[in-house]
């Protein structure tokens, strides 16, 4: 059973293309997340969700849009892509009480070209 | 002020050898501090967590020692073994803010 499943794995896309990648939990978690992690390995969070309600917004381009249409989804769906746009996206959950650890998906990898 | 620094960046050892991470913080709001392991193709997971009222937690083969008046926390893999070469991230985080700031990472490899 796969607690938090993103797809695509792989996602190969060119330049002003728009793509989604979708993301489910199944651990009846409350609080759902998108971070990217470059090629050097960096993971920044980009968004969070609490109970379908967006709490963490970072400074990421308005390309960018999540969308949280229930507690155990998380989609994120990029705009005219770019070639930095280029990284792992993994989605996460959370029980979103305090201190809960972040349960990561595979990761979805993202190649614009 | 919200940064985990992470060092080193990568790390060779021998098997059953002891590697160590270090990692450090500046915002002493930071109340959580775990640790998570990623193999390639797969996300971070969880490895070991702690708080800082505590000094030292152990689970298994892995050790966290934390040091609250340096702002300094680290891992520690004893008898480490071929199957631990991963990457590890150290993060932190602040009750109730639901983000979690991640160090930098440190590539482990462990010889056979």
């Known amino acids: 059973d796969t607690a938090v499943s993103q797809t695509p794995k792989y996602l190969v896309t060119q330049m002003g293309n728009d793509k989604s990648i979708k993301c489910e939990q199944n651990l009846g978690h409350d609080t759902m997340y998108w971070y990217k992690q470059d090629s050097k390995k960096f993971l920044k969070i980009m968004f969070s969700?609490?109970?379908?309600?967006?709490?963490i917004n970072e400074t990421v381009p308005n390309r960018f849009s999540p969308k949280s249409p229930d507690k155990a989804h998380l989609n994120l769906h990029i705009n005219s892509l770019e070639l930095g746009d280029s990284a792992v996206y993994f989605c996460a959950s959370s029980l979103g009480r305090v201190n809960s650890p972040l349960h990561f998906g595979n990761g979805t990898r993202l190649t614009v070209t | 002020q919200q940064q985990v620094k992470q060092s080193p960046q990568s790390l060779i050892v021998q098997k059953g050898g002891i590697p160590i991470i270090n990692c450090a913080y500046e915002?002493?709001?930071?109340?959580?501090f775990p640790w998570y392991q990623q193999f390639p193709g797969k996300g971070p997971a969880l490895l070991i967590a702690?708080?800082?009222?505590?000094s030292e937690k152990k689970e298994g083969r892995f050790t966290i020692s934390f040091n609250k008046s340096a702002k300094q926390f680290s891992l520690h893999i004893m008898d480490s073994q071929p199957g631990d070469s991963a990457t590890y991230f150290c993060a932190a985080s602040t009750s109730g803010t639901y983000k979690y700031i991640f160090g930098t990472g440190t590539r482990l490899k462990v010889l056979a």
């Open positions: 969700y609490n109970n379908k309600e967006l709490i």
């Open positions: 702690i708080r800082p009222d505590v």
């Open positions: 915002n002493t709001a930071f109340d959580y």
